[in-house]
């Protein structure tokens, strides 16, 4: 590990060694700990970076980096970026040593979590609310394993946003699923509500916004909470996603 630090700290990195004793290991083969659990106990992991001093310069390149886009950013999404940038950097300068990217990774996930739930869902759940929809066909719904989440988060207003793979999977089912995009008020009215947005398209075709959740999700999000360690190759794939560089 001492090897290690001083790589890292000669390539003008901050060394924080993740070793065999540390607590992302332990999260990461904790078997009672489901993807979804292990997701949130790494961003939670990651984020204790955030009182480290270097955040600030990382903040401020991250900024310059997202510079088109950084003020529309939800305030979570520029910390979960920051933090995120901050990881990868000390990462790259780490290389080749192998270590496990996994909280970049998540960090990284949790930008786009964090976005889509307030420019997409929560908007989505605004306009589901103000709709005339019979009671009777948000109960068919509501019975139905395949959109209950999604219909739930809509009609409870206690209901957590759902994750990107749950969304992903009802995205496909507005795409693709014929029957009930005739007979499930909650597939038409995303469909309408699609249509109020500037770019309908990419919402409802197949190989944009559904491909890019699938990826995220399998890959670099719940990819990062599995056993095996996440490669810098697969993290560095996802910043060039990310920042289009």
Known sequence: SIDIANHINKNGGKAYIFTSGDK????????NLSIEERVE????????????????????????LFLGIWKNLEAETKQFLTTGIFLYKMFKHAQPVILDTAPASIEFAKCFEKEISSKLLQRFKEYFAHLNINEDEIDVDLKDRELSSITRYLVKSDRKPPELGTFA???NIVIHSKKRIKSSATVKAFVAFSQTLTNPQFILDPD???YFLRLITTKYRNGAAHTEPLTFKVL???YILLSGR
């Open 208 to 210: 944009k916004l559904l």
């Open 41 to 64: 106990e790494i961003h939670a992991y990651a984020l204790n970076f955030d009182s480290n001093e270097n955040i600030m310069s990382a903040q401020n390149e991250t900024k310059q």
């Open 24 to 31: 992302l290991i332990a999260i990461k083969n904790d078997e």
């Open 236 to 238: 560095d794939e996802f």
């Open 169 to 171: 999977y009802f995205l």
